[in-house]
């Protein structure tokens, strides 16, 4: 049992196939095995890279206990696309939900101390968290100070994690 539980731990494709039902495709699953500390994905619309980062949170904080993972997008609105993927993901399995000790519209507290917490780009709304993983969503949309002076020293202390997503632009 405690092997499986480890293989849990350090395969994210495993957690995401089990725990969420979700079969990612092969770009899905390098993206989810990616353990860089920055990533920056630009991938079309539809591609499933909302759905792949949820789950990808959701493995950061089940195997990384008292974390802070802030899903920053630039509205509100925007955010709460990938937090309610999120959420959707948690109901599916009566294991993770049975984990979740308290949850509003915009945040998600688990059981090992770990939250994940929806807002919107703004520094007024930023200012003063500290963060372990840092998901930009619709990061070409937000402004390079937000990103320079306020996301990047919420990591820093923490020797966090930052992925930046956005569209692929084609040109024709």
Do not use: W
């Amino acid at each position: 049992m405690e092997k499986a539980l480890k293989k849990l731990e350090q395969d994210p494709v495993l957690f995401a196939e089990t725990f969420l039902g979700f079969k990612p495709f092969p770009y899905q699953a390098k993206l989810l095995k990616d353990e860089s500390k920055r990533i920056v994905a630009c991938m079309g619309r539809q591609s499933g890279k909302t759905t792949t980062i949820a789950a990808k949170a959701l493995h950061f904080a089940f195997i990384n206990p008292n974390t802070t993972t802030l899903i920053v997008s630039p509205s509100l609105r925007q955010s709460m696309i990938m937090f309610d993927r999120i959420i959707s993901f948690l109901f599916q399995n009566k294991v993770l939900l049975n984990s979740i000790i308290r949850q509003t519209r915009t945040v998600i507290q688990l059981s090992n101390g770990s939250q994940i917490i929806a807002l919107p780009c703004s520094e007024y709304f930023l200012r003063g968290y500290t963060a372990h993983l840092i998901i930009a969503d619709e990061a070409s949309f937000m402004p390079e100070e937000v990103i320079t002076r306020i996301i990047f020293p919420m990591i820093s202390t923490t020797k966090g994690h930052a992925i930046f997503l956005s569209l692929s632009l084609i040109h024709i």
